[in-house]
Each structure stands twice: as structure tokens, then as C-alpha cells.
């Protein structure tokens, strides 16, 4: 494997790690941003293994579609994806993450993340 394409996959799970983290910390907010930007570097990751550019983009619908991904993965990234939007701009995001919402985050981001190192 490329060292680029190591050094993706290490960001992606440094960022799972890091979610919980936050999760433990009772940061529901940034632990679910951690969950969007772990699968976000395992889709990137997987781009780069399979010989394309990465795309630059934080939109993980767009990008697990690049990748002919399943659509329980799609499903998956849909909800991350807003994740993105909601807790990066203040005049966007007023939703306030919950203990059960972000453990669900957990949960789907610690899968996609499996199943994308697993399939590529």
C-alpha cells in the first residue's frame, strides 16, 4: 500500500479515536464532526487506492458515489454529511447533538469506516 494512502487511513482512524474522546467528554457536538471526517479520509483513502485523485470535498455522498459505493453506505454518509454543515458554521448549525444522536454517529462512522478499509 502507498504511503499515502496509509497515512489516510491513519488520520481515518486517529479520528475514531478521537471522536471518543470527545464522546467520553460529554463533546457531542465535536465528537460528531470526528465521525464525518473519519469516514470522510477512509473515502479518500479508498480513492487514492484505487488510482484516482482526491476530490475535494466534504460532501461524503458525493464521494462514496465516485466510488460506486452501496447505498447503505450512501445512507450512512448522507448522515454525516450534515453533520459536516451543522457543526462547522455557526449561522448554519443550532442543533444541539445529543448523547444517543452522537453514539449513533459513533456507531455508523466506526462501520462505514470497517467496511470501506475491508472492501477496497
Request: hydrophobic share 35%; proline share 1%.
Amino acid at each position: 500500500m502507498k504511503e499515502e494512502v496509509k497515512r489516510w487511513w491513519r488520520y481515518s482512524e486517529s479520528d475514531v479515536k478521537t471522536a471518543k474522546y470527545l464522546f467520553e467528554g460529554k463533546k457531542y457536538k465535536d465528537a460528531s464532526f470526528y465521525c464525518q471526517q473519519a469516514v470522510e479520509k477512509a473515502l479518500k483513502a479508498l480513492l487514492l487506492k484505487r488510482g484516482k485523485k482526491i476530490i475535494k470535498v466534504h460532501d461524503l455522498v458525493k464521494l462514496a458515489k465516485v466510488l460506486n459505493l452501496g447505498e447503505e453506505l450512501i445512507k450512512d454518509c448522507e448522515r454525516l454529511s450534515i453533520v459536516y454543515i451543522d457543526t462547522r458554521y455557526p449561522d448554519i448549525g443550532t442543533k444541539q447533538y445529543t448523547k444517543n444522536e452522537t453514539s449513533e454517529d459513533i456507531k455508523i462512522a466506526k462501520r462505514a469506516v470497517k467496511w470501506i478499509k475491508k472492501n477496497q
